[in-house]
Nanobody, 123 residues
Framework: QVQLVESGGGLVQPGGSLRLSCAASRFTSDYYAIAWFRQAPGKEREGVSCTSSSDGSTYYTDSVRGRFTVSRDNAKNTMYLHMNSLKPEDTAVYYC????????????????WGQGTQVTVSS
């Protein structure tokens, strides 16, 4: 069974930065995707980014493109979400998710989920 564990959330002022981590067990498949989702109070869960194992390419949703960056440490089997220029509207619970197959931003297509980590952007 694939297990995912997020960490790194917290309280930060607008304009500040945070780095989230997603530590994952090994997938049995060579073709998989690791994504970040978030859910703000009263809002639907939305995809933030998705990284494919096929070539390492990462895709971002429009609202975070240019501010958030994904990196990967293969030796530690860990994905990082670097969050810069944070805004109050970035406040949400952030989840790491995984699935076999290609990248996508549809939450119900993902089979494996972490417990979530709270990010609060406030002055």
């Amino acid at each position: 069974q694939v297990q995912l564990v997020e960490s790194g959330g917290g309280l930060v002022q607008p304009g500040g930065s945070l780095r989230l981590s997603c530590a994952a067990s090994r997938f049995t498949s060579d073709y998989y995707a690791i994504a970040w989702f978030r859910q703000a109070p009263g809002k639907e869960r939305e995809g933030v980014s998705c990284t494919s194992s096929s070539d390492g390419s990462t895709y971002y949703t429009d609202s975070v493109r240019g501010r958030f960056t994904v990196s990967r440490d293969n030796a530690k089997n860990t994905m990082y979400l670097h969050m810069n220029s944070l805004k109050p509207e970035d406040t949400a619970v952030y989840y790491c998710a995984g699935r076999t197959g290609p990248c996508g931003f549809v939450d119900y297509e993902y089979d494996y989920w972490g417990q979530g980590t709270q990010v609060t952007v406030s002055s």
